[in-house]
């Protein structure tokens, strides 16, 4: 069991660490979300046109890869409880390289694809990315929170600017080059590793610091920080909000997971070249660091179940520009606007996890959130290839997904839209 024993508190830090591992995060997330993801989606779909897969086939790794992330998060979560955030985020960073340079030299049927994205890949992200990095930010932030999620998570979208353009060059028009794609994201699988293992930190104690950089915590915040009543995993599973959070989280993964596995294919087959198709997901990328950037001003101020709520509304809107006008300009559309919804649902997410079950909480709730979401994950890419047909292409997909989101938002808006009301702890008695 890693030790948990505060250095001694140094007043007055020169600089607050917390900002270096929020860095480290977000090159963490560049290679680990950024490069599996938004490359992911191109590689992918290069690799099947290049060795023959069917769109069932093509699905299937993204199936496998959103499940893997879901299923595997409560052994994820113990192993941030037995090893450390440093130790999980070094072995998923080294599995993805491995991964990687897997998909670069021996993938070459559906079954080892399959294996090496979904499987080895799947769990590298799983515990050398989003849930672990997650799991360390409320240690950190407190005032600023909502700010810290969106900086890091800003990552993905920030490095899908240049990941697309990237490797739609390595890729190549004919969609032979896609090995050469996972040697780079080989490399920088590495270079995670590396910063993981020597830079990050548990705590603030770790280093002789309070969370946010404060010199001390005020008294009164101590005070009331101790009368709050420890939030069990029943009181979690007994509350409505939670189960409406649950299956936003699922939309969301679903939606995504969609546009990953599907997205690229769907648009190519109503003409869009392969430079089209990686501007698009540049655009995607784009558009989802302003989404992010709204929600770092925002989310600290009011309640982030709300903006969740907003940001599904143009999601809905792209995913029904998808199945029903991607065609010429049609394209900028869906990609401007679903990278507005789900860039800026995802930083969402964790935030209103946090917001509403407090650091206490928030790996056991997420833990069993990104579980349960993992079956719209898992599901999602494999019933859109099993549904594709030659005459509509992925039209009733798209359509269910935006359909979807409209019901996430009557949810939120149901079970979420007033803030959460900690409970405390019973004063002892008098003596």
């Known amino acids: 069991m890693q030790s948990r024993t ?25 290679a680990n979300l950024a490069f599996p993801m938004t490359g992911g989606s191109l590689l992918n779909t290069a690799m099947a046109r290049d060795l023959g897969f069917t769109r069932e086939q093509m699905g299937m790794p993204f199936s496998v890869y959103f499940g893997v ?60 990315g989003n849930l672990t990095a997650q799991t360390a930010i409320p240690r950190w932030f407190v005032r600023r929170r909502a700010l810290a999620y969106a900086i890091m998570l800003t990552a993905s979208a920030v490095g899908g600017v240049f990941v ?13 080059g896609w090995r050469s794609g996972w040697w780079l994201v080989a490399g920088f699988g590495a270079v995670a590793t590396l910063l993981a293992a020597a830079l990050v930190r548990e705590q603030p104690a770790d280093v002789g610091q309070y969370p946010d950089g404060d010199a001390a915590p005020p008294e009164h ?19 409505p909000d939670f189960w409406a959070v649950v299956f936003a989280s699922a939309v969301i993964t679903g939606g995504l997971s969609l546009v990953l596995a599907h997205g690229a294919a769907n648009a190519l087959d109503k003409g869009h070249t392969q430079a089209a198709v990686g501007t698009g997901l540049a655009l995607y990328a784009f558009t989802g660091v302003a989404a992010k950037a709204l929600v770092g001003w925002l989310g600290d101020r009011i309640n982030p179940a709300r903006l969740w709520a907003a ?27 679903v990278g507005i919804g789900l860039g800026g649902a995802i930083v969402c997410q964790p935030a209103t996890i946090a917001h509403r079950f407090g650091a206490r ?39 269910i997904a935006a359909l979807a989101s409209i019901s996430a938002i009557l949810a939120l808006y149901v079970s979420c839209w007033r803030n959460p009301v900690e409970r405390t702890a019973p004063l002892p008695a008098a003596a």
């Open 221 to 239: 915040a101590a005070s009331a920080a101790a009368q709050v009543r420890p939030i069990t995993l029943g009181d979690i599973l007994a509350r």
């Open 164 to 176: 697309a353009p990237t490797l739609t060059m390595l890729i190549g028009e004919s969609g032979a």
């Open 361 to 399: 909480g928030f790996a056991k709730a997420a833990s069993v959130i990104f579980l349960l979401q993992a079956a719209a994950g898992m599901s999602v890419p494999a019933l859109a290839g099993w549904a594709f047909d030659p005459q509509t292409g992925y039209r009733w997909s798209f359509l």
């Open 69 to 128: 992330i879901g299923l595997s998060s409560p052994l994820v979560a113990a192993m941030i409880g037995r090893i450390g955030i440093r130790w999980t985020l070094t072995l998923g960073n080294a599995m993805l390289t491995g991964g990687s340079l897997a998909m670069a030299t021996i993938v070459s049927t559906p079954l080892s694809a399959t294996i090496c994205f979904g499987l080895v890949i799947g769990f590298a992200v799983a515990s050398g």
């Open 6 to 30: 505060p250095h001694a508190v140094v007043d007055a830090p020169r600089l607050f660490y917390g900002w270096i591992l929020l860095a480290v995060f977000w090159f963490i997330l560049v």
């Open 311 to 337: 940001l599904l509304v143009p999601s809905a809107l792209g995913l029904a520009v998808a199945a029903f006008a991607v065609e010429g300009p049609g394209l900028i559309l869906y990609s401007a606007l």
